[in-house]
């Protein structure tokens, strides 16, 4: 990892790898531009988690150094938002991936501006089920996970560590999925473009991934996720909003080297304690887990009766 022009706010060397976490606190639009990474292109993945203009409170410090996301109009934001997305998209590399997590209301207007330098991998969906409660419309339960690189034909891509075992198999127990011939191993499969199962639900309440005065913190298997499948370990892993710290402290702890800027000194002190004492749960718990939502069944036989045709009789 080459040396920065300048020393960053906070940096930490992981003592069993090597990688470096490197945090610069400031506006990222000013801040990433002392990267050399940045400005030598030489990002493998860009994950963001912007904020969202929603007026919320990323002060509960009570510092008065936090980004106010209430003083942004529709217009200004917009600008703000394609101001960072641009700068993020030029610092990566040929085969470099960006991922950005956004809710309803700017996703459109995010892939559109994208797609004029990138191309659309995928457009995923974090589904989790206790969303706020609302009366007057539907209840938001999802945000959107939106994958573009530089090249399709060229980018990092990894299968296997983020594979889960197939419904036909957790389900049904259907043997034509373990000697199916698409390239994945016997009973597994790529995950389905809406991610939902087990730790990927919000983190709040008595979770124990929570952290105090921290809004919006994103679980570590949907970084796991997102590091695992569009990186390698030695490469280098941008966030240009460092928040909770999750994806530095996922990214750290698997082998990347981080580097990402914060608003508020506050709140990038306590992510990078985050850093470096690591992840809360075993990164690869759930390396090939089933995500099925229906119980397993068992398979369907014939049944062959005095006198009778055969019938088909569910055992379950």
């Known amino acids: 990892m080459s040396k920065t022009s300048s020393n ?12 470096v976490a490197s945090v610069r606190i400031g506006d990222c639009r000013k801040e990433l531009l002392k990267f050399d990474q940045v400005k030598n292109e030489s990002v493998d993945l860009v994950f963001a988690d912007p904020p969202f203009n929603w007026a919320r409170d990323y002060d509960r410090h009570e510092t008065g150094d936090a980004w106010d996301d209430a003083s942004l109009s529709r217009d200004e934001y917009l600008a703000f938002t394609y101001e960072w997305l641009d700068l993020c998209a030029r610092s990566l590399k040929p085969n470099g991936s960006m991922w950005v997590n956004i809710p309803d209301d700017s996703a459109a207007e995010i892939v559109v501006h994208l797609k004029k330098s990138m191309h659309m991998i995928n457009w995923c969906i974090w ?19 939106l994958y573009f690189c530089k090249d399709p034909n060229n980018r990092t891509w990894n299968a296997d560590p983020v594979l889960e075992e197939s419904d036909r198999r957790a389900i049904y127990g259907d043997p034509r999925t373990e000697s199916k011939r698409d390239g994945m191993p016997a009973g597994m499969r790529v995950p389905m473009d809406v991610w939902y199962g087990k730790f990927w639900g ?4 008595n979770n124990k991934e929570r952290r105090a005065k921290h809004d919006n913190q994103l679980p570590e298997v949907y970084l796991q996720r997102v590091i695992a499948c569009s990186s390698n370990p030695g490469d280098v892993v941008l966030d240009p909003f460092l928040g909770s710290g999750t994806t530095g402290v996922v990214a750290h ?14 709140n990038a002190e306590m992510a990078f304690e985050r850093i470096t004492s690591g992840p809360v749960r075993e990164i690869d718990a759930l390396r090939g887990e089933s995500t099925a939502i229906h119980k397993t069944r068992k398979r369907r036989v014939k049944r062959a009766t005095s006198g009778k045709k055969s019938k088909t009789q569910a055992t379950s």
């Open 8 to 19: 960053p706010d906070l940096v930490h060397t992981h003592p069993e790898t090597g990688v």
């Open 127 to 145: 589904h989790y089920r206790f969303g706020q409660n609302t009366k007057g419309r539907f209840i938001n339960s999802k945000v959107h996970a």
């Open 202 to 205: 919000r983190i709040q309440g």
């Open 253 to 266: 702890a698997m082998g990347r080297h981080f580097i990402g800027t914060e608003y508020s000194k506050a």
